[in-house]
């Protein structure tokens, strides 16, 4: 009897023991798992957030987790906050845009990389975009720049760390816009382009950032800190698009140069 007393206790010590270590074993996997495929999202991240511009910021990891944080921090704080929402804008002051002329962007809005700082864009499928608009759409800031010199400069921009070309108000304006003065975060950037896919951002009155958003043409920026008329605009897919993103960029000349073109 003690023989098989001892028997049965010893088998089931071992089915105790194996029950013990089993879920500490699952526990070591799962939690292995899961870091090695954090570990490759980050990488994934980075190399993308590198590859469509980092916006002025250094293309290192440091520069990923500042821009990472800004992430994190917009989530916890603006996580309900919809930049396609026009609410936000004023509907009064100037405006250089004839809200009643431009017709609705048809279709629905482009979908945007999923980080707050660069504000970016997911690059069109291929054959979505007529022939021709991509290089007419990069072909608009230096055209604009040329064509009224006394008015505007071609200079690398600072809000992307001359990573791209931007136009610029003449400093020395008078009508130069009181917002521009002063050396801030935008100085007297008017409006740049993105390569990669396309988009770009304009500095805009806020009744015209209002028109850009509600006729689906673009989205406010996501920092709080900069001036609400700085407004992304989505890729162009048409030339009829391209005359309207044309006109967008010229109501920013019109609100930083002081002057209509």
Request: hydrophobic share 40%; glycine share 8%; net charge positive.
């Amino acid at each position: 009897m003690s023989q098989f007393t001892h028997a049965f206790n010893t088998q089931y010590q071992n089915l105790v023991e194996q029950f013990a270590t089993r879920p500490r074993a699952a526990a070591a996997t799962t939690t292995t798992v899961a870091l090695s495929l954090s570990l490759l999202w980050v990488i994934t991240d980075f190399n993308a957030w590198k590859s469509f511009g980092t916006g002025g910021t250094p293309p290192t990891w440091a520069g990923y987790w500042r821009m990472t944080k800004i992430r994190f921090n917009r989530l916890l704080l603006f996580g309900k906050d919809n930049l396609t929402d026009p609410t936000p804008l004023s509907t009064s002051g100037p405006a250089y845009l004839d809200a009643g002329e431009i017709e609705p962007r048809e279709g629905d809005r482009p979908k945007l990389m999923s980080r707050t700082m660069p504000q970016r864009q997911v690059p069109y499928a291929k054959g979505t975009v007529d022939a021709g608009v991509e290089e007419r759409t990069l072909k608009l800031i230096p055209s604009l720049a040329a064509k009224y010199p006394d008015l505007l400069e071609l200079r690398p921009s600072k809000t992307e760390g001359g990573s791209t070309d931007a136009i610029y108000a003449k400093e020395s304006l008078a009508t130069l816009n009181d917002k521009a003065k002063g050396g801030g975060m935008l100085g007297t950037e008017i409006a740049h382009a993105h390569p990669r896919e396309g988009s770009l951002h304009v500095w805009l009155t806020q009744r015209d950032a209002r028109t850009v958003v509600e006729k689906g043409y673009g989205e406010r920026f996501p920092l709080v800190f900069i001036d609400k008329g700085w407004t992304m605009v989505y890729a162009p897919r048409t030339q009829k698009e391209v005359d309207v993103v044309e006109l967008i960029i010229k109501a920013g000349i019109a609100n930083i140069a002081g002057v209509e073109v």
